[in-house]
């Protein structure tokens, strides 16, 4: 008898009622929150403070009726006296923290109101969604590579965005991360402690590409679904969501697939009104975008630009390629983190994207966090930045979107949120590397610095070729006494990377905190002459400068990154490297920045 995936062992799916009544958990707004206080946004746990965490509880059991600052006060402190505001401040930090700005309402003079829609339900001896991994499809000859690695990324979206999934799809970084270093499929869902593992392969025929899927059950290494599609090459758009469509029916229906099922054709399907040259042209945005993902995901330098260069012709192609207009914005801000295109351009070039896209938070809310990061770094409008993420919290852990999510907290100097966001991250993606450097380089800001330090070699070990855990590797190295094999990591991701500027500032500063002015004024000159040819940050150059005794220079430097919206400016402000200037005046104006926008929000409650 056919038997549903979620029936198999190791698998078992409920959302009846068990154990206790009482204890009760809820859905809201993309989180969960269960009875034990345990709270996720999609796989990713958000740690909150257990006086936030309580109030949650609180607005939540009594969602849709006020709660009185009275009943919210005597529930999270008892008798205990505690100070006028004491409910103002853990009620807007929670809102913060959770981005739910317009979820919580303040009714005047009454209290709170919990206005989203919440879910209920009794939670004990029910076990989550058993945990899948899509690992990158291998391709045949005369099959592009990246195509596989597409359609992998592609159907693991389709799954996880499914109105009712029937898995939890398991992070994408860290699966590649694993892949890139040689792990087969079976090995990937071992690490990931994966209930089961999709794989398969895409193969060319004369007119048509040929995939054959299936999906692994990772204990015992048995196949439990199987599927052989084929599909036009003019029609390669449409295979990833019928790959996730088939899966989806498979998992909630149960056609526990022991023997591969029978080979079914992808029907080609346009718009009536479609003409063949409108076809024609939709094909190959298609294609222009797929080939693009992978170029600017390179952190070359040019091989960055010609990404998005294909990016901006395939969405003139197909103006209603959403896709690509996502991947052009998460492209810009990547190009701003690393200094390969002025802040100005990169403004310019996000709303270019975006503005055509009619209801965004619905159709493109991939698209928030980095119009959320352009309201803040480049507009200074801190208000119009915190509606932007609170429409996009509830998307899940994306690498792009928690990039920006724990950029955005750090520049703001919340330095506890993002060390919360980045480990909550980390538990869902235990191998992405960038999570790791980032993690390091937040507890540098915060300073921790016997933390940023073991996070930092950690991610060095893990992930040594990484840009990132050599780049902030570097920098909290150097800070702390390892200059040498600061400057020497600094120097091999320079030439790795060439033209990555950000490498260039972190061995000059290495090289300065370790009693060679010299060498480090040579390598700060090749800074000034990139930056008469084109866009050079400066975030990082203050620092150097103080190590040469030039605080005057340095504040002269930082002053110019404020001025040119340099996206590093706000956590340049609260970096450690820096404490000899804050005493200076002209560092508090420059610090005075950040503090007149916190106060754009309500009453500074942000």
């Known amino acids: 008898m056919n038997q549903p995936l979620r029936d198999l062992p190791g698998s078992e799916i409920s959302m009846e009622p068990a154990g206790d009544p009482g204890e009760r958990g809820f859905l809201f707004a993309g989180f969960r929150l269960e009875p034990d206080g345990t709270l996720l946004r999609g796989e990713v746990q958000v740690h909150l ?57 303040t009714i005047y003079k009454r209290g709170y109101k919990f206005t989203a829609k919440v879910v209920s339900r009794a939670v004990s001896t029910s076990v989550p969604l058993a945990r899948l991994v899509v690992s990158p499809f291998a391709t045949g000859q005369g099959v592009p590579e990246y195509l596989g690695s597409i359609l992998a990324e592609e159907t693991a979206a389709g799954l996880t965005q499914s109105r009712h999934p029937a898995v939890s799809v398991l992070a994408q970084d860290s699966v590649f991360s694993l892949a890139q270093r040689g792990l087969m499929a079976h090995e990937i869902g071992t690490a990931l402690k994966a209930d089961f593992v999709l794989t398969g392969t895409l193969r060319a025929l004369p007119s048509h590409f040929r995939l054959g899927a299936e999906m692994i059950r990772v204990e015992d290494g048995v196949q439990v679904w199987a599927e052989d599609v084929l599909v036009d090459r003019t029609r390669i758009a449409g295979l990833e969501m019928e790959l996730a469509t088939r899966l989806n029916f498979r998992l909630h229906t149960g056609i526990a697939a022991s023997q591969p099922a029978a080979e079914a054709h992808i029907p080609a399907i346009a718009a009536a009104a479609e003409t063949e040259d409108q076809s024609r042209k939709r094909r190959e945005a298609f294609e222009i975008f797929q080939s693009a993902r992978q170029e600017w995901r390179s952190l070359q330098r040019h091989q960055m630009q010609e990404g998005l260069e294909h990016l901006v012709r395939a969405i003139e192609l197909d103006p209603s390629l959403t896709g690509a207009r996502v991947d052009l914005v998460n492209l810009c801000i990547a190009h701003a983190f690393y200094g390969f295109m002025a802040p100005e351009e990169v403004s310019r070039m996000v709303r270019w994207a975006v503005t055509p896209i009619a209801d965004i938070s619905g159709r493109a809310a991939a698209v928030l966090p980095g119009m959320g990061w352009i309201s803040f770094h480049f507009d200074r409008d801190l208000p119009a930045a915190l509606r932007a993420f609170s429409l996009s919290a509830r998307l899940p852990h994306d690498p792009w979107i928690t990039r920006v999510r724990a950029h955005f907290a750090l520049s703001r100097h919340r330095f506890v949120e993002a060390i919360d966001l980045l480990q909550g991250a980390l538990a869902a993606d235990p191998y992405s590397p960038w999570l790791h450097s980032r993690l390091a380089w937040a507890e540098h800001l915060a300073g921790e610095a016997r933390l940023s330090v073991e996070s930092a070699l950690r991610a060095l070990k893990q992930f040594p070729d990484e840009t990132g855990s050599a780049f902030y590797g570097s920098l909290i190295l150097a800070f702390n006494g390892e200059t040498k094999r600061a400057a020497e990591l600094a120097r091999q991701l320079e030439t790795r990377i060439p033209y990555f500027d950000l490498a260039l500032a972190a061995q000059a500063y ?97």
């Open 49 to 105: 403070p257990p006086k936030e965490l309580a109030a949650l509880r609180l607005l939540l059991v009594h969602a849709g009726k006020i709660v009185t600052p009275l009943q919210m006060r005597e529930a999270l402190w008892g008798p205990v006296h505690v100070s006028a505001d004491s409910v103002t401040k853990c009620v807007s930090s929670l809102r913060t923290r959770l981005q739910l700005e317009d979820c919580i309402q």
């Open 510 to 606: 290495a090289l300065a905190r370790g009693g060679r002015p010299d060498q480090a004024r040579a390598v700060l000159e090749q800074l000034e002459w990139r930056a008469r040819e084109r866009f050079v940050v400066t975030g990082f150059n203050p620092a150097i400068y103080l190590e040469l005794g030039q605080p005057d220079e340095a504040l002269k430097v930082l002053r110019g990154s404020m001025e040119s919206r340099c996206p590093w400016f706000f956590e340049a402000l609260a970096d450690p490297r820096l404490e000899p200037l804050r005493g200076r005046p002209e560092f508090q104006q420059l610090c005075a920045v950040l503090e007149t926008m916190e106060l754009q929000t309500e009453g500074g409650a942000f």
